[in-house]
């Protein structure tokens, strides 16, 4: 498995389990808004920080993309 991929788990595991969110909700709401796409894109600053500040920046993300939706 890829260290990017591993990397996607690890966060959508983290927003799920903080967010308290079925595992269906929480895919529909990533999907939705790339949110895979966007950890992908910053791998590289993202998996050298910690759950609760990649959870922050998920939700600011989120929060960007339902603003210009």
């Known amino acids: 498995m890829s ?3 591993d990397f996607k ?3 959508f595991e983290a927003y799920k389990a903080h967010h308290k ?3 269906r909700d ?3 709401l990533f999907k939705k ?3 895979f796409e966007y ?3 910053c791998y590289d600053v993202l998996h050298t920080t910690g759950r609760e500040y990649i959870i922050e ?3 600011k993300y989120i929060n960007a993309r339902k603003k210009t939706a």
């Open 3 to 5: 260290k990017t991929l």
């Open 21 to 23: 969110m079925k595992g």
């Open 39 to 41: 950890l992908t894109s």
């Open 57 to 59: 920046e998920i939700d």
């Open 33 to 35: 808004y790339n949110v």
């Open 9 to 11: 788990i690890f966060c």
């Open 26 to 28: 929480a895919m529909d």
